[in-house]
């Protein structure tokens, strides 16, 4: 896969890297081929590095780069669930202090063999102050664009509010004998 070099830096205004992470078999996979070319591709099993020539989203002791995290979890696998405290401690260990998270459960369209409720989600969600918990088909493109789109409004809602910061901390009022100043 081609990597966007510094040429393609022109076309965007922000660039932002979001990493979706959950137990295996989830559809993490599925939900980025679908987002990125509307196509879905059932036993998908290429790894998610491929989408990053930089490796595994964690390298133990290091601070994680990403400005957010989608974890996922199959509606139809409690377990898989279950382990979404676990990915939401991880991001809390390895990630900045302001990765947005959005919480994801895939393969709705599989209804019938539901073991996870959204009600359940959402109250994770809101105990665990995760921005959103949506229900996805990437079999069906339901709600997979949604998801990715509300993640990069949301980074850019905290990059905008960062950087509000930054500039109103960076201000100072400095007085020197020639009368008051601004400075840095």
Request: contains cysteine; aromatic residues 8%; proline residues 3%.
């Amino acid at each position: 896969m081609e990597t966007p070099g510094p040429e393609h830096d022109e076309y965007f205004d922000f660039l932002f890297k979001i990493i979706l992470i959950g137990d295996s078999n989830v559809g993490k996979t599925c939900l980025v081929q679908n987002f990125k070319s509307g196509i879905f591709q059932r036993d998908s099993r290429t790894p998610l590095e491929w989408i990053s020539p930089y490796g595994p989203w964690i390298s133990r002791g290091r601070k994680l780069s990403a400005h957010g995290a989608i974890i996922a979890y199959d509606i139809t696998r409690q377990g898989t669930f279950d382990s979404v405290t676990h990915w939401i401690k991880e991001v809390e260990i390895y990630g900045a202090n302001n990765v947005v998270l959005v919480l994801i459960g895939n393969k709705c369209d599989l209804e019938k063999e539901r073991q996870v409720q959204f009600e359940e989600a959402c109250n994770l969600s809101k105990e665990k102050e995760i921005l959103a918990a949506l229900e996805t088909s990437a079999k069906e493109s339901q709600n997979v664009e949604e998801a990715f789109i509300m993640m990069a409004e949301s980074c850019c809602l905290v990059t905008a509010s960062m950087s509000s910061r930054r500039t109103r901390r960076g201000t100072t009022r400095l007085e020197s004998s020639s009368g008051p100043t601004l400075g840095r």
